[in-house]
């Protein structure tokens, strides 16, 4: 009983559980990941349910419900996601892992739910739909289409095709991102000579100087030295942007354009796993291909969104011919043209 007792006040008072205006990034941990999404999930499959039982084809009693369910799930999911892009921990990563099908499992049942479809359907051939707002509409005609693009129109056997390649698609799209991250950690240089990183301003030495600190250096200066060059975004624009060194510049630049496409960290196998996915769930839902699946839900198509890629090639082809003849002759002295001293 105690045990139990201890558990239930656990919960209570997880971060992710309580009401808040702004996230609370600085008391989450790793530890609270596990029960807070188990008990978020617990609680909106509740809601989820009752919705289902009580629901009716109109706006309060179908539309702001809904929005409560999926906002909170968001959010929160949204929390534990950013944490692991900023602060990245081993403990962290596992237990996103975990309660990731489970976070799946519970987005697909919201999506296939026919009780909710139909009420959707319901309302936009009520007699009241000519009264709505365009917006409301609009959000109406894309909570069917999303529906269908969840499968909640296909038979069982292909619903459960179609909801093992969204837990591959989700599984697959959390190793990518972590391969990025672990690459763009990867690369780290230490700079002892100062003329090595001319041009940097006083706030990118000091940033560098301080990683080099966190690196084990503890003497480092702005002013002295040494300086930890990294990919994170801070130092990678700073150093492409004001370096002189045109040395550092390309090594810089290249770490950065090839993140993850080589060794242990290589996403170029995930790439075309997911590729290969996304078609079988295009045909799934009886599309062409998945860019068609993506822009059913937005108001472009594909072939307007090629016509809008081409309209702006032509229209920007010469000028950028232009600036590319003017990067040629400014980059004379150097003797050489390369990619690392255009302008990012």
């Known amino acids: 009983m105690a045990s139990s007792a201890s558990v239930d006040d656990n919960i209570e008072s997880n971060p992710l559980l309580q009401d808040f205006d702004f996230p609370p990034f ?31 084809p109109s706006w309060p009693k179908l539309v702001e419900p809904l929005e409560k369910i999926v906002d909170r799930l968001t959010v929160v999911w949204g929390i534990v996601n950013h944490l692991k892009a900023v602060k990245d921990t081993a403990e962290l990563r596992a237990a996103i892992e975990e309660v990731q099908p489970e976070k799946v499992k519970f987005q697909l049942r919201v999506g296939q739910s026919k009780p909710i479809y139909n009420a959707f359907k319901a309302i936009q ?39 093992k390649i969204e837990q591959e698609l989700e599984r697959l799209s959390h190793k990518f991102s972590e391969n990025v991250l672990d690459a763009t950690k990867k690369f780290e240089k230490l700079i002892t000579d100062k003329k090595e990183i ?73 790439i075309n796993q997911i590729l290969k996915l996304r078609m079988e769930k295009a045909r799934l839902l009886n599309y062409n291909s998945y860019a068609e699946v993506s822009m059913a839900t937005k108001m472009a198509t594909v072939d307007k969104a090629e016509e809008l890629l081409e309209n702006l090639r032509s229209a920007s082809w010469n000028a950028a011919v232009q600036g590319i003849m003017q990067e040629i002759v400014s980059c004379r002295l150097e003797n050489e043209l390369s990619p690392q001293n255009m302008h990012m």
Not at 41 to 47: A, H, P, Q, Y
Not at 220 to 229: D, F, L, Q, R
């Open 26 to 56: 600085d008391v989450v941990e790793a530890k609270h990941v596990r029960p807070g999404i188990r008990a978020l999930l617990k609680k909106l499959e509740s809601d989820l349910d009752e919705l289902e039982k009580t629901l009716e």
């Open 198 to 270: 001319e041009g940097l301003p006083a706030t990118s030495l000091g940033l560098a100087a301080q990683t080099a600190v966190s690196k084990g250096h503890e003497n480092a200066t702005a002013e002295n030295g040494p300086w930890m060059i990294t990919l994170d975004a801070p130092c990678l624009f700073a150093v492409m942007q004001h370096a002189r060194n045109r040395a550092l510049r390309e090594e810089v630049y290249r770490a950065n354009i090839t993140r993850a496409s080589s060794g242990d960290l290589d996403n170029t196998p995930i």
């Open 125 to 163: 051939e009520s007699l009241d739909w000519k009264s709505l707002s365009e917006a409301r509409k609009r959000i109406v005609e894309t909570q069917i289409k999303e529906a269908v693009l969840n499968g909640v129109s296909l038979e069982d056997d292909k619903r459960e095709q179609f909801n």
